[in-house]
């Protein structure tokens, strides 16, 4: 483990400790939390006895189908928009601002037009995670040397080509970094609409369970999201290093 990794850890584990010993002393009330090693426990028993399970499908499934159209969509936006300059000054200021709007105000116009299913909740989520994606896969495809888009002329190839041989390869470490601030929105989408109006999934059973006191089912449903997250964003990091080390860029 690197000094940085060592130091992460070291920092984690002593939050961790510090919220441990105050709820354990009082200092922090066990009514409004308890302490980490009970949460993980309830974790564990929520686990084990799958009374969550069907929720935890339910969520993780559409934020994967958010997730999945984000990328794809972002990407070959991200390829459209660079290729053609005009189009890609004309959107720059919505980029620049998109993040201000607050997409789950959306979410009524969506029931009314979709229902009350999933597709509401998926679209808040992709929306949420396209434009990270395209940024990334801009700001990517901007530091691809000149000499391999020349390369590609020379080999003949047509647009798709080169993005799908030449341009994307190179631009894949900053891509990546784009992939995972999706998984972060995918989440967040699919939680925050479930919290707002939905009757399934963990962000309702988070919100339920708040809204009845129930701290043995909101915190470590809070834990599992965490921990999902942190895994994911850990595998995709792990892999934009090795395209990084591979490039000489680390």
């Known amino acids: 483990m690197s000094r940085i990794g060592l130091f992460r850890t070291l920092v ?6 510090l919220i441990e010993v105050l709820c354990r002393t009082g200092v922090i009330d066990n009514f409004t939390m308890p302490p980490p090693s009970r949460i993980a426990k309830d974790l564990q028993h929520i686990v084990v006895t799958g009374k969550f399970n069907a929720a935890i499908a339910k969520t993780l499934s559409s934020a994967a189908i958010a997730f999945a159209a984000a ?13 053609t300059p005009r189009l890609r000054r004309a959107l720059d ?23 009350l299913g999933d597709v509401p909740k998926i679209i808040i989520a992709f929306m949420l995670g396209v434009v990270a994606v395209i940024l990334n896969t801009l700001n990517g495809l901007d530091r691809v040397p ?14 798709v080509g080169t993005a799908l041989k030449v341009t994307l390869p190179s631009a894949a470490p900053y891509v990546l970094t784009g992939v995972k601030f999706a998984v972060a ?6 939680i925050g609409s ?57």
């Open 146 to 159: 000149p000499v391999l888009a020349k390369t590609a002329r020379v080999a003949r190839l047509g647009r």
């Open 71 to 83: 990328v794809v969509a972002g990407i070959v936006a991200g390829v459209l928009f660079h290729s």
């Open 194 to 250: 479930e919290f707002v109006m939905s009757t399934d999934g963990v962000g309702f059973e988070i919100a339920f369970a708040y809204n009845n006191f129930d701290n043995a089912t909101m915190y470590p449903l809070i834990l599992l999201v965490m921990i999902v997250s942190i895994a994911v964003n850990l595998v995709l990091t792990f892999w934009e290093k090795r395209l990084l080390i591979r490039r000489g860029l680390r």
């Open 93 to 115: 200021p919505i980029f620049a601002t998109y993040y201000a709007i607050p997409v789950l105000a959306f979410y009524p116009l969506l029931i009314i037009i979709f229902g």
């Open 185 to 190: 929105y995918a989440l967040i989408g699919i």
């Open 12 to 17: 984690i584990v002593g939050l961790v400790g």
